[in-house]
């Protein structure tokens, strides 16, 4: 039997088929510079003439902040970029297009963009389909006025800025950066002042901070966003993040982690999978515990590895909406969460009794 099928039959016998969420109490998912950016965006959109939201590719079909419909997009020209796209497959892109266009009419066009390329064959056509569908729209108070205002709005850490900065600079042949740009969630906090991306016509552009949903009652769609990082780590808590990851990866026959973390075959524990690579890795650290001083795996270095291997890709191209695209799964998703809280609110009250039993069987390992 071939490593690929052996490995995929470990998982389909012995690895848990359904997560489950832990129980938790801390509360930060829509911090007050998000409260701030949504109300000044509302307050500046009376005066934009076309909406670019920018997503991760890798969750078409999840996680997309919908107030920014209720409050700020409506009847303006609303273009979607799944940004990312190196991160995923190319498969599949047309059907994936359709389907959210049918599930939301509000926008006018949906296109894939790899934002930190230096050509990205799709973002040169985004300025000049913007400026089409603005000429076609009714622009109401601001017909006659040359000056044309897109926003461009999204959750945290998708590459809006990025998007900004290299369109400035394609249309301007300016180098630089006119808005920061960052490897972290929340790197661009306020509504930025107008960015002049184009003279002729005269095109502007407002960098806007990212905004989470206000609460995610699914919680696999709140884990997903902490895995693509649209949310600072802290909140969730990194082994928690790792613990979903590593449960998606398996359940979806993912398995370019094994290699990357130095492990001979699939694990379904998470915090054994990270003991395991920190050994391998010789990631020890040195740490009290109990009076005494214990050598321990360097968790906050692997799990950051993990995390960080997923992020840049190591683990293949993939979406983590894969079980929508099959369109199975959907309904369990649905249903079961609608009473849930926040991902925060969930995660942690059973934090130690989730470690306890593990503890053991780590320590077992060290020591041998
Ligand atoms: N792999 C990949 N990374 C990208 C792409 N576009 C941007 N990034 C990276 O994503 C991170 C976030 O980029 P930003 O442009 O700061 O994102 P933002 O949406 O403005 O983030 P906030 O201001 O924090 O909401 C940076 O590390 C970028 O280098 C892309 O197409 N592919
Ligand atoms: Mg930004």
Not at 26 to 37: E, Q
Request: glycine share 6%.
């Amino acid at each position: 039997m071939s490593k690929l099928r052996a490995w995929r039959e470990l998982v389909r016998t012995s690895f848990r088929p359904e997560y489950k969420f832990p129980v938790n109490s801390a509360k930060n998912w829509f911090p007050g510079h998000m409260h701030k950016g949504l109300k000044d965006m509302q307050r500046k959109v009376i005066d934009v003439d076309c909406v670019i939201e920018v997503h991760d590719a890798r969750l078409p079909f999840s996680g997309r902040n919908t107030t920014f419909k209720e409050t700020i997009s409506g009847v303006k020209p609303h273009i979607l970029v799944l940004n990312k796209e190196d991160l995923v497959p190319k498969q599949n892109r047309e059907e994936i297009i359709q389907k959210i266009k049918e599930s939301d009419p509000i926008i006018s066009e949906v296109m894939f963009a790899n934002a930190s390329s230096g050509e990205c064959p799709s973002l040169k056509t985004l300025l000049p389909k913007s400026i089409k569908l603005i000429e076609k729209s009714n622009r109401y108070h601001r017909v006659g006025d040359p000056q044309k205002i897109i926003i461009i709005i999204g959750i945290p850490n998708v590459g809006k800025s990025t998007i900004i900065n290299k369109l400035r600079n394609a249309n301007l042949h300016s180098k630089g950066k006119a808005t920061k740009v960052g490897a972290t969630p929340g790197v661009t906090r306020v509504v930025q002042e107008k960015i002049r991306i184009s003279n002729r016509p005269l095109v502007y552009l407002l960098d806007t901070p990212g905004i989470s949903k206000p609460n995610v009652k699914d919680m696999h769609v709140g884990m997903k966003l902490a895995c693509c990082n649209t949310l600072n780590d802290m909140v969730i808590g990194q082994l928690y993040i790792c613990d979903y990851l590593l449960w998606y990866l398996n359940t979806h026959h993912h398995f370019d982690y094994v290699e990357y973390m130095g492990l001979t075959e699939p694990e379904q524990d998470c915090h054994l999978m990270l003991a395991k690579s920190a050994l391998t890795s010789g990631n020890i650290v040195e740490k009290y515990q109990h009076g005494v001083m214990k050598k321990m795996p360097d968790y906050d270095y692997v799990a950051m590895k993990f995390l960080q291997g997923y992020r840049k890709g190591y683990f293949g191209r993939f979406y983590l909406d894969e079980d929508q695209l099959l369109d199975n799964l959907k309904d369990q998703l649905g249903s079961s969460d609608e009473q849930l809280g926040s991902p925060t609110e969930q995660l942690g009250s059973s934090k130690h009794l989730y470690y306890q039993n593990k503890q053991n069987n780590i320590d077992k390992i060290i020591d041998s």
